[in-house]
Structures are given as structure tokens and as C-alpha cells.
DNA sequence: ATCCCGAGGG
DNA sequence: CCCTCTGGAT
């Protein structure tokens, strides 16, 4: 790409990043216990697919019963699936959580590990996980977490190519796309704006802040 | 019907 | 690259 069409893109990338921050000021996560790495990245393993409101609804319940990685590490997976119930994918959910547990204690000393590559070895948790737990739990902007509305924000805001067709390639887009400063507050601010706006087959281009910096606007 | 802060396996 | 895993909310 020629150097003044990539200059071009970078200043609408940071532009609607502002105004993302403007929109959505301190956005955080919205799953709780992000004070505790091990309740976090459990969490954030039940969130996948579901949502954040029913993994909040179950997670008190599963740390009264298992208020350590050793009490989960213990625990029968029959009884954890039980009180995961009513979130979507709970019977694989349950057996992971037990699994991590187990790992946590056996392989990392009873903690998370603060190391992308390290923390992905965990059952359940994936590249989209382990950003979101180093980012939240330990301060640490490795990269952007890139969950289905990422995906679906960056390609419609033309800010990745056709080409960045896989999680991992957008994210590597993006990264190079945005100075370091932008990669934390992406994760919180773009999951809201496509849970809110920018919903998937039904965006409201009508009330978006961004309708201007899109060149999709309205399809 | 559609969506929800995905990951793993074939 | 495809598929499967899942129940609740709207």
C-alpha cells in the first residue's frame, strides 16, 4: 500500500478510536472477580459464546463452593456442570474448568501464568482469552483480543483488508494498524459498540457515532 | 429467529 | 476450512 493511503488509514483508525473513547470512557471488563487471575480466566473460559450476564449469574455459586484453584482442582465435574447449568456449552465448560484448575496446580504453582504462550496451554483457553486475562488480571498488552465483534468492527470499518480472514490475522492487522497506547482499551470499548450499535445483522447506522468514519454506513 | 466478550478437533 | 458444542434472553 502506497505510504500517503496508509497514513490516510492510520488517521481514520486513531479517529474512530477517539471517538470510541469518547463514546465509551473507562470501559471495563464486564465479567466480575477481575481482581483474582484464576477466577478471571475461569470466567472469562465460561463466557465464550454466552453471556456475560449469565456467567455472572453462576460464578458466585461455583467460588462459594470452590473458593480455590485446589477446591476446583478436587471438585467432581458432574457437581460443577450442575451449578453451570443454565450457560450455553456447559458440559465441555465444566470439564475445563476442572482441567485448568488441575494444570494450574500440577504445572504453574497454583497460579496463572503472566505468558501468552504458557496461559494458551490451559483447556478452554485460546489466543481471544489469554489477551483478555493479561490485559485485565496482570496489566500486560500483549494484543488485541479479538472476539467476533472485533472481527466483524475492524472488516466493516475497512480498517483490515479482505485478506485478514482468521482472528489472528485481524489481530496482527490491527496491531500493526494501531500504536500500543490503543491495543488495551480496544478490547472493552469495541465489544460494547457492537453489542450496542454496531450489532450484527441489524446495526443502528442510524444513531452511530462512527457514521461518518464508515465506509459502510447504512449496508 | 438471533445473538451472546470462542475454542478445539477433524 | 469446516464443524460441533449449549441454554437463556430478547
Not at 24 to 30: D, G, I, Q, R, V
Request: glycine share 6%; net charge positive; charged share 25%.
Amino acid at each position: 500500500m502506497p505510504r500517503e493511503l496508509m497514513k490516510e488509514k492510520r488517521e481514520r483508525a486513531i479517529a474512530i478510536a477517539q471517538r470510541m473513547d469518547e463514546h465509551f470512557p473507562a470501559a471495563e471488563c464486564a465479567l466480575h472477580y477481575w481482581g483474582d487471575p484464576f477466577k478471571l480466566t475461569i470466567a472469562v473460559l465460561l463466557s465464550a459464546q454466552t453471556t456475560d450476564r449469565g456467567v455472572n449469574k453462576v460464578t458466585p455459586a461455583l467460588w462459594e463452593r470452590y473458593p480455590t484453584p485446589q477446591a476446583l482442582a478436587n471438585a467432581d465435574v458432574n457437581e460443577v456442570e450442575e451449578i453451570i447449568r443454565t450457560i450455553g456449552f456447559h458440559h465441555a465448560k465444566a470439564a475445563n474448568c476442572v482441567k485448568c484448575a488441575r494444570m494450574v496446580i500440577s504445572d504453574f504453582g497454583g497460579e496463572i501464568p503472566q505468558d501468552m504462550t504458557l496461559i494458551q496451554k490451559l483447556p478452554g483457553v485460546g489466543r481471544k482469552t489469554a489477551n483478555v486475562v493479561l490485559n485485565e488480571a496482570f496489566g500486560i498488552v500483549e494484543g488485541i483480543a479479538v472476539d467476533t465483534h472485533v472481527f466483524r468492527i475492524a472488516h466493516k470499518l475497512k480498517l483490515v483488508g479482505p485478506s485478514a480472514d482468521t482472528p489472528q490475522k485481524t489481530e496482527d492487522a490491527l496491531l500493526k494498524l494501531y500504536p500500543r497506547q490503543y491495543w488495551g482499551p480496544i478490547n472493552h470499548q469495541w465489544v460494547l459498540f457492537g453489542r450496542q450499535i454496531c450489532i450484527a445483522r441489524r446495526p443502528k447506522c442510524a444513531e452511530c457515532f462512527l457514521s461518518d468514519l464508515c465506509p459502510n454506513s447504512g449496508k
